[in-house]
Structure formats: C-alpha cells, structure tokens
C-alpha cells in the first residue's frame, strides 16, 4: 500500500533554535536488519532521551490495541523494546501516562492517541529528550511542534459511502452511525459520507436520521432498534463509522429480519477488523474500510531508528499520512488468512 507523507523536518539554525520546515519524504520501509543480527549495541545519542518507545492509547479499542501490538512486535524483532500504555478511554488518564513515562526519563519515543492534545506535556517530554507523535488524531494546534500520523479519516468515510452509493437500490433510504461527536476523525469521516453520496450523483438517497454513538456496539444497537420502531422497512442502508457499531446494528437489524443475509438492509463500516471481515465474508456487512495497522508501526521503528542514528532530533516533526482501502467480498478471504496467521483471529 502506498503511503502519502508529507515530512515536515525541523532545520537547525545557528543559535541552536528548530524552525520547521515542510518537503516530502519516503514511505517508512519494513525489512530493517534487527538489531541484535548486526551486532552493534543500541547507544543513546546525545539529546535522546533513550532507545525505548512508548505507545499510550485505549487498549480495549480494537483497532487501537492491533496496531499497538504490532508495533511492539516489530520493535521488539529490531531490537527496541516498546511499552504499552492504557489510557482507559480517560483523558486524564491520558495525562498520567505522558507524566510516568517523563518520570521515567528513558523513553526516546512516544507515540500517543487521546481525544485532546496535550500539547504542554508533549513539550515536557521534547524538552527532556522525548520525540513524540500524536497518531489517529489530527490537531492543529499540534502542527509543526509534534509529528502527525493518521491514516485520512475523510477517504475512509469517502470509499464505504462510495461502495454504498454504487450498490443501494434506487430511491434508497440510509441511517448514518457517527462516532464521538467533535472528533477529528468523526467529523472527517462524515464529510466522507456525505462528499461520497454527492459525488456519486445519488440525489435519491435520503439518509434518514444520523447519530453519534462513540464507537460502542451495544449503543449502536439499542440506536438501531429505535430506528427500526421509527421508520421500518423504509431502511435500506446502514453506514457506520466502524464495525463494532455495524456489527450492533446488524444484531438489531436480524432481530427484525431485516439483514444484508436475509436480503433486506446493506451495511458498510470501517477498521476491516478480524469481526468486521467475518461479516463480510457471511454477507452481512457489504464492504468496510481499511487503515492498516502495520503501516503505523514500521513508521515507528524508522523513527526511532533514526533518532537512534541521529537522522532525526526529538523535536523534528514528521507528519504522514497513509493511505486508505477497502475490503469487501473479492478481497476478504486474504484479509482473514492474514488475521489467522497472525493470531489476530478473534
């Protein structure tokens, strides 16, 4: 998969001050030579912090504790060892993670998902030798002070709705499940939906309601069978801004009889998880998005290799953006031999 990256690299100036500086750069590369196979003992350079990686989001999300794991794996094979961190979906709590690992004073790198920046931590870390990126959230604020790396939260939105739009049935009717209300990426995901409905010439489709339900199947269910009471079989489609939230919906949907499966109602969602692709493959959900978790951690293992080498400083920025996919019924079958062989199946 392709990766757009726009690298913003921080110049060093005579009297020591970092200016950012925006140019592009190369996709992250895999198949880098462990460290243990080359023989040569990881040395902190002058300024870093140290060789170990933290990465702080909410482990009981899905997608989030895949693409940690992953990258701890592949760390780990490169010899650097990566911490996981659980902020338990708690900002604050989010706040004391970035506090213990500064406390502990021997991570080079932070790679942290929250719901706000935490900008004034971010800078407590970079003074003290810590490189830091914010991933799957894209502040402003953030902007040439910490790097930025997310998969565009607009394409994924764009490419369900798309595949929605080429396959619901004439004069179709639509509900819309949101995610966190103010997110970033709820916001861009929905300016997605929409685009991709227009684009599509679709002025038929009426979506009937749309609403947040914060990524949670259970909610997304009991939403689901509210519109189910308010509109019936006049529901055509379902978009969701992530499987759990489709999967919800298709349990209310079958408790009506009203399922993809049973020729009734087409779903769409994003992740492309392990329970996502199961639904495509049994024909309930139609098609989901796809952000992959791998591209995010062979970008982790080039960053802190080149802060190791000293290619990078902790407060460079390098901010990418990696493409989107989809996964529907022509490709699913290799998605889930991936998951299985990666013991992901579950």
């Excluded at 198949?31 to 009981?60: F, H, N, R, Y």
């Excluded at 079989?233 to 919906?249: F, H, P, Q, Y």
């Amino acid at each position: 998969m392709k990766k757009k990256i726009v690298l913003l690299l921080a110049a060093v100036m005579a009297v020591g001050m970092l200016a950012g500086c925006g140019k592009k750069g190369n996709a992250p590369a895999s198949g880098a030579v462990p460290a243990e196979a080359s023989g040569q003992e990881l040395a902190v350079p002058e300024g870093l912090a140290g060789t170990k990686v933290a990465w702080v989001t909410i482990q009981s999300d899905a997608w989030h504790h895949q693409t940690a794991v992953k990258a701890q794996e592949l760390l780990a094979a490169n010899g650097f060892t990566c911490d996981l961190f659980d902020t338990n979906g708690d900002d604050a709590k989010g706040l004391e993670c970035l506090e213990q690992i500064r406390t502990a004073g021997d991570y080079g790198l932070v790679i942290y998902a929250c719901n706000v920046t935490q900008l004034d931590a971010f800078k407590q870390l970079m003074d003290k030798g810590t490189s830091v990126v914010m991933y799957a959230n894209d502040f402003e604020d953030n902007h040439g002070v910490v790097s930025t790396w997310v998969c565009s939260e607009y394409d994924l939105g764009y490419l369900v709705a798309e595949k929605a739009a080429q396959e619901l049935p004439e004069n179709a009717n639509v509900v819309l499940l949101r995610g966190i209300e103010g997110w970033s990426g709820s916001v861009m995901r929905g300016k997605g939906f929409h685009a991709a409905l227009e684009d599509a010439g679709r002025d038929d489709i009426t979506i009937l309601d749309e609403k947040f339900q914060k990524f949670q199947k259970a909610d997304a269910m009991t939403c689901m069978e509210d519109w189910i009471t308010a509109y019936g079989d006049k529901i055509n489609g379902v978009v969701s801004e992530n499987d759990d939230m489709a999967l919800g919906a298709i349990e209310a949907l079958r408790g009506a009889g009203m399922t993809a499966d049973a020729g009734h109602v087409l779903v769409y969602g994003i992740d492309g998880l392990y329970q996502g692709c199961k639904g495509i493959k049994e024909g309930s959900i139609q098609a989901s998005a796809y952000q992959d978790s791998n591209d995010y951690a062979e970008a982790a293992l080039e960053r802190i290799q080149k802060l190791v080498s000293g290619e990078m400083k902790p407060g460079d920025c390098e901010d990418l953006t990696f493409d989107a996919a989809y996964i529907d019924s022509s490709n699913v079958d290799e998605f889930l031999t991936y998951y299985e062989k990666a013991g992901m199946a579950q």
